[in-house]
């Protein structure tokens, strides 16, 4: 029967806690990431709705509700491949300020 050497035990156990820590620290900053997205998507949205409203109503015909909700939803997901593809900068801002927040709760 071999004897259980303390300082490998030990040594074991640290590192094993520090892989639980750099884990759920990587999936803090997922979850920090994509939230960030999400935000900047609407942000975006109602950034489109604003602009929208600002388009005078003409034509032949009023808008019926069908076009309206068409609209909401068009400019939903026009904004959530903004924020994708060509961010404008702000879910990044916003996941730096999340980041530098979290390092300093767990200090």
Same mark, same amino acid.
């Not at 303390?6 to 803090?28: L, M, Y």
């Not at 950034?47 to 069908?66: Q, T, W």
């Not at 068409?70 to 990044?92: C, F, H, N, R």
């Given at each position: $029967?071999?004897?259980? #050497?303390?300082?490998? @035990?030990?040594? @074991? ?14 999936? #803090? #900053?997922? !979850?920090?990431?994509?939230?960030? !997205?999400? %935000?900047?998507?609407? $942000?975006?949205?109602?950034? %489109?709705? !604003? ?6 109503? /003409? /034509? ?5 509700? @069908?076009?309206? =909700?068409?609209?909401? $939803?068009? #400019?939903?997901? *026009? ?8 961010? =404008? /900068? *702000?879910?990044?801002? =916003?996941?730096?300020? $999340?980041?530098?927040? *979290? ?5």
């Amino acid at each position: $029967m071999n004897p259980i #050497d303390p300082k490998i @035990a030990f040594t @074991a156990a640290q590192h094993t806690k520090q892989q639980e820590r750099v884990s759920s620290s990587s999936k #803090d #900053d997922k !979850a920090i990431e994509k939230i960030s !997205a999400e %935000f900047e998507a609407i $942000m975006v949205q109602s950034m %489109f709705k !604003a602009m929208r409203k600002n388009v005078p109503e /003409g /034509g032949l015909f009023p808008k019926s509700n @069908a076009e309206k =909700i068409y609209e909401e $939803m068009l #400019d939903m997901e *026009l904004a959530t491949q903004v924020s994708q593809k060509q961010s =404008i /900068g *702000l879910a990044k801002q =916003i996941y730096e300020q $999340m980041q530098s927040k *979290l390092n300093q709760e767990k200090k």
